[in-house]
């Protein structure tokens, strides 16, 4: 069965760190593109960050951009969402998903093979 199970969501404080995690089962994970994705209540999905199957580079949103990381242990089948700085406006469920990769790098695009269920991330003082 394919699986991306999200975790690691919580509430924290504004300018506190939260680790995001995706874990990928039943099926190829180290061929595929992983991307981070977020949607607050009344807004339009949003992609966050992506990382590449193929050469591992990485995407972010501008609004994110040197605050939160994304990396993948292939080794766990798991991709990470490394969240520093955060904003009351970071909150979001936070969606991980993975489309077969068929170029290099990632592009943060609505169409994947695969959804992961959500965590949620709540920012507030």
């Known amino acids: 069965q394919v699986q991306l199970v999200e975790s690691g969501g919580g509430l924290v404080q504004p300018g506190g760190s939260l680790r995001l995690s995706c874990a990928a089962s039943g099926f190829t994970y180290n061929r595929y593109a992983i991307s981070w994705f977020r949607q607050a209540p009344g807004k339009e999905r949003e992609g966050v960050s992506c990382?590449?199957?193929?050469?591992?580079?990485?995407s972010y949103a501008d609004s994110v951009k040197g605050r939160f990381t994304i990396v993948r242990d292939n080794a766990k089948n798991t991709v990470y969402l490394q969240m520093s700085s955060l904003k009351p406006e970071d909150t979001a469920v936070y969606y991980c998903?993975?489309?077969?990769?068929?170029?290099?790098?990632?592009?943060?695009?609505?169409?994947?093979?695969?959804w992961g269920q959500g965590t949620q991330v709540t920012v507030s003082s």
């Open positions: 990382i590449g199957s193929i050469d591992g580079t990485t």
């Open positions: 998903a993975a489309v077969r990769a068929l170029i290099r790098g990632c592009v943060l695009s609505s169409r994947n093979d695969y």
